[in-house]
């Protein structure tokens, strides 16, 4: 194996250690939340963190990607471009998070609510400086940094989570904790960023004049991606749907937060390769790349959407009884989760062929469609409407970038692993929705081992490839 495999498969396996501890971590501190807040709570919750969640996007602007991407170039100078930029997110991330944080009291939400999303605001200040410096770690191929400051970053936050219960119930207090480890994240990260850059506040307008010219782009996409990332929630908290359906729908919505790392993590690591490979048209590597990717997320998301479908009101059940009405919202989420897999693959992919600017009117036409259907299906149908649209916006959004990708690059791509995956998962759906076993988990564990025996049946890969498949050290 060579050496940079080998590092691949070494950050692999760090990134999956770590996202299956943070995974465990934010699910039980969700518990911790919904025992300490109740459904209703929760849902006043979900409006404040999901309102300052809304400027932070904003104040990343693409940023994120663009650093990434500028310093994985050739003779780039890091330490400029990471000084530079640094400077301007902290600049920005002040300005628009202090605005949302003023303008809130404008909003017809409660007295606590606005409250905390003004906490919510200071969470996702530190949050957005600390995500800035993820490039430099993947360009080494060190992600164990970011896998450490986020893992301790929700370990701070599961610990203030557990000691609530000893605490009036308060949103304003719950969004609180969230400080505290995006705090800690920001301090690990930095202090690992300076083993390997000299990174220093510097006002560079030549750096923040090609930041902006790359990343404008991305930055007008995300304004558009707003509406239908965040806006199912947003929406309902203005259009006075109860806080407890926003608290059922957030329940669901968990979900899909926290099976969607798998595919940013995923190509978080491919992004440098698919860069590189593109800027030196090796159009061979490229393709490999892309239909790897392609292959591994569809095994992985097709089950999870019917999976879904079938269990949606038991797995909520699970967590607790009161979450079982929000079921019919996953088994919408489930598929909707399945469409942020592709969009994910496609999406990182048209920032590696720079792509961004055909893409603006693909999103911009999604966010209008999303916002009509959103106000117009939330004031007569509520919460199911807003995860109807949700779907909707998804699927929409994976099919455009699709098409942009495989129309600039040429490529076709080997459909063998998909139709494998649905078929193996339509056998899977019915095993487990009409044979009834007397708990969830055991109907879980009976998909899963049903739809590893038929993938291959169907022509998929084996469990063995199937590891193979969706390690990055094979890519």
């Known amino acids: 194996m060579s050496e940079i495999n080998q590092k691949l498969a070494k950050n692999t396996l760090i990134q999956l250690i770590g996202k299956g501890l943070g995974t465990a971590l934010s699910l039980i501190t969700f ?6 807040l109740h459904t209703a709570g929760l849902g006043a919750l979900s409006v404040a963190l999901t309102y300052g969640s809304i400027f932070a ?25 990471l000084s530079g930029i640094l400077t301007l997110r902290v600049l920005s991330a002040f300005i628009f998070l202090s605005f949302g944080a003023l303008l809130v009291f404008n909003f017809p939400y409660t007295q606590e609510i606005k409250l905390a999303a003004v906490i919510s605001c200071a969470s996702f200040f530190f949050g957005s400086i600390a995500s800035m410096f993820a490039g430099v770690f993947q360009k ?61 506040p510097r ?51 968990k979900f899909v937060d926290v099976v969607t790392t798998v595919p940013v993590m995923f190509m978080g690591l491919m992004l440098p390769l698919l860069t590189l490979a593109w800027a030196n048209n090796n159009k061979s590597d490229f393709r490999n790349h892309l239909q790897r990717g392609f292959d591994g997320l569809v095994i992985l998301a097709v089950p999870y959407a019917f999976g879904a479908i079938a269990l949606g009101g038991p797995l909520l059940a699970l967590i607790d009884p009161d979450l079982i009405s929000g ?26 062929i720079h792509k961004q600017r055909p893409m603006i009117l693909g999103y911009l036409a999604v966010a209008v469609l999303a916002t009509i259907g959103y106000i117009y299906g939330i004031n007569h149908y509520g919460m199911i409407a807003a995860a109807w649209v949700t779907l909707g916006s998804e ?15 040429k490529i076709k791509l080997s459909l063998k692993h998909l139709i494998a995956a649905l078929l193996a998962s339509v056998v899977m759906y019915l095993a487990i929705k009409f044979i009834p076993l007397p708990h969830v988990t055991l109907s879980i564990i009976a998909g899963v081992i049903i739809y590893l025996i038929t993938l291959p049946l169907f022509g998929g890969p084996s469990p063995k490839q199937l590891l193979k498949l969706v390690s990055p050290s094979k890519l």
């Open 31 to 36: 518990i911790f939340l919904l025992r300490y």
């Open 395 to 409: 699927a929409l959004i994976a099919t455009i970038t699709t098409i942009v990708v495989l129309a600039t690059t």
């Open 327 to 352: 079921g019919k919202v996953l088994a919408l989420l489930g598929p909707a989760t399945a469409a942020v897999f592709i969009s994910s693959l496609f999406g990182h992919t048209v920032v590696a």
């Open 203 to 253: 006002f560079d307008l030549t750096i923040w004049k090609a930041a902006f010219i790359q990343t404008w782009p991305i930055g007008i996409s995300a304004a558009f991606n707003l509406i239908y990332l965040k806006g199912d929630i947003f929406f309902m908290s203005i259009l006075h749907v109860s806080h407890r359906d926003i608290g059922l729908y957030a329940a669901a919505y």
């Open 140 to 200: 080494r191929l060190a992600v164990h940094y970011v896998v450490l400051a986020e893992t301790l970053n929700r370990t701070i936050v599961f610990i203030f989570a557990a000691l609530l219960p000893l605490l009036q119930p308060s949103i304003i207090i719950a969004s609180t904790i969230f400080v505290a480890g995006s705090l800690t994240q920001l301090f690990i990260t930095f202090y690992a960023v300076l083993k390997f850059s000299r990174v220093r």
């Open 57 to 81: 996007i904003i104040v990343d602007f693409g940023l994120t990607l663009t650093t990434a991407q500028m310093i994985a170039q050739p003779q780039a100078d890091e330490n400029r471009i």
